[in-house]
């Protein structure tokens, strides 16, 4: 039996355990990004893989590869308004794109190029990849590759959003991951710049690099959820006819603001509704991007 002062020590590197470098045997990994056709069609669920993006690291996260394309429809299937909006990707655009075939067989021999471990998703694209591979005929060679394509994904969402928040948030998007490394609340919904930004939050998450303290970032999230949640006033052209002009209104609302109440997010959302009422105007709270880069603890 081996000493105990000989026996191997190991170091823990600091950042998310499902992404840092040492974190998955030392293997390249990849960080990917679909958009899809999401709809209901001839009494049933939909969900086609129109583009994909991803780029291929080594363990220390340095770029090896990248690759993008938009994939061609299934017959009698079209792009509908909000998913246009969104991905800026039309049926006409997709009308002549690459095939499934021939995009999924371009993904595997790049994974199986750089001798991939881990394809790195933020979300549910394992799923949706999932349904979309069920539904396709396929030759069975390709059907056994795209499977085990399917199986290398790994969804690094919850993992990630634990860390970087103390176990307050399991499910940060990737616009809120962007905004609190300091990159912006922004996303393209584009596949090979929301693989971008992943990979660039997770760089900076390993770094110990992040712009603002994700457990106050958390903290904030559930207290305007909450907030919102509880609103009920603030269109002045809906709502108009409820404002009053009250002076016993105006007293309450002074011994609620001196009982502290602004602190809890229920009472918070009372408080501004009365206020819109009494004709004080709205209070915005502000989106979770706005709020967060409108300060830096």
């Known amino acids: 039996m081996a000493n105990e002062n000989t026996k191997k020590q190991t170091k823990k590197i600091k950042g998310p355990s499902q992404t840092a470098p040492a974190g998955y045997k030392g293997k390249n990994q990849a960080f990917l990004d679909a958009e899809y056709l999401s709809a209901r069609y001839k009494k049933s669920s939909i969900e086609d893989v129109i583009s994909v993006g991803m780029i291929i690291t080594n363990p220390a996260h340095e770029e090896l ?25 039309t049926t006409e655009d997709l009308e002549f794109a690459p095939a499934y075939e021939d995009v999924m067989t371009e993904l595997i021999k790049l994974i199986k190029k750089y001798q991939v471990g881990k394809i790195c998703v933020w979300g549910g694209d394992k799923n949706s990849f999932q349904r979309d591979f ?30 970087i928040t103390g176990g307050l948030d399991a499910n940060l998007s990737l616009a809120d991951m962007k905004t609190i490394c300091g990159l912006g609340g922004h996303v393209e919904h584009n596949a090979l710049s929301d693989a971008e930004d992943m990979l660039e939050c997770i760089r900076i998450i390993e770094n110990d690099a992040m712009i603002y303290d994700g457990v106050k970032a958390a903290e904030y999230k559930k207290f305007r959820g909450e907030y919102v949640k ?64 409108g300060r830096n603890d």
Do not use: C, W
């Open 65 to 89: 590869d990248r690759f993008y394309s938009t994939v061609q429809l299934k017959p009698g299937h079209k792009i509908p308004p909000l998913i246009a909006e969104l991905t800026g990707l």
């Open 134 to 163: 069920e539904s396709r005929v396929l030759e069975k060679p390709l059907k056994r590759s795209v499977g085990k394509f399917i199986s290398t994904i790994e969804n690094i969402q919850k993992e990630v959003s634990y860390d």
């Open 230 to 293: 509880n609103r009920s006033f603030d269109d002045e052209e809906v709502d108009n006819e409820f404002i009053i002009n009250s002076a016993l209104g105006e007293q309450f609302f002074e011994e609620l603001v001196s009982k502290g109440f602004e602190t809890n997010p229920k009472t918070k959302a009372f408080m501004d509704d009365l206020k819109f009422l009494l004709g004080n105007g709205n209070v915005y709270m502000g989106t979770f991007s706005e709020m967060m880069e």
